[in-house]
């Protein structure tokens, strides 16, 4: 039902930043209200699953933080630009991998999970 387009990843070195983009549309319905869907980013490192770094529920009264990026990421949105953001600071090797965002299909505070259609994804390398 929806496009998710990443963009902003590159290589950085460890400490450094970077601010990914998420650009959301609705293939059948142009007029879709993004305040309603739920935007989770998620990353697949070299030869392991995807996991999910942070998701939030639209409003925002509900978000999920892989505990390794706890007080170092930051998830966003703009509602009027149909855009997600993920900030990322303090980056280290062990964040390297391609980064998605993607509808999320459930959600706690311990838990993220996608429908598992994925884009084409931003990698991201943190290296020296």
């Known amino acids: 039902q929806f496009q998710f387009v990443e963009s902003g990843g590159g290589l950085v070195q460890p400490g450094g930043s970077l601010i990914l983009s998420c650009t959301v549309s609705a293939f059948q319905n142009p007029d879709f209200d993004f305040r309603d869907v739920a935007v989770g980013w998620f990353r697949q490192a070299p030869g392991k699953n995807h996991e999910g770094v942070i998701c939030a529920n639209p409003s925002g009264g509900l978000t999920y933080y892989l505990n390794s990026v706890k007080g170092r990421f930051t998830a966003s949105r703009d509602n009027a630009k149909n855009i997600a953001y993920l900030q990322m600071n303090d980056l280290n090797v062990s964040d390297t991998g391609r980064y998605y965002c993607?509808?999320?299909?459930?959600?706690?505070?311990?838990?993220?999970?996608?429908?598992?259609?994925w884009g084409q994804g931003t990698q991201v390398t943190v290296s020296a």
């Open positions: 993607a509808e999320i299909q459930h959600l706690t505070a311990q838990r993220c999970r996608s429908y598992n259609i």
